[in-house]
């Protein structure tokens, strides 16, 4: 991606020029950083019109293992002292 798109990637990305296919992948990260419950049966078909299901998997694997890697490293004391950290609440399981 370009540093433009990069750019583009905050709150209310569903309006900027990014690719379906990107705002797809971003909703999808979204849902399953802060509530898996929101990857919905529609969403899984917007993810079926732009992925293959080998690019699902790998998707959501990498998302897991970034967001695994950095609870790591903040239970470990190990993030950046300079930058901004955000605490996301974890769902209750159902």
Do not use: N, W
């Not at 399953?32 to 992925?51: E, G, K, M, W």
């Not at 998707?59 to 950095?70: E, T, Y």
């Not at 002292?81 to 399981?93: C, F, I, K, N, W």
């Amino acid at each position: 991606m370009t540093e433009e798109q990069v750019d583009q990637i905050r709150d209310g990305y569903e309006e900027s020029t990014l690719s379906r296919r990107e705002k797809v992948a971003l909703q999808f990260t979204d849902a399953l950083l802060h509530d898996p419950s929101r990857v919905t049966p529609a969403l899984q078909a917007a993810l079926r019109v732009h992925f293959t299901e080998a690019q699902i998997v790998e998707l959501a694997l990498g998302v897991g293992l970034c967001h695994a890697l950095s609870k790591l490293l903040i239970t470990l004391g190990l993030e950046p002292q300079s930058m901004p950290m955000t605490v996301l609440p974890t769902p209750v399981a159902r």
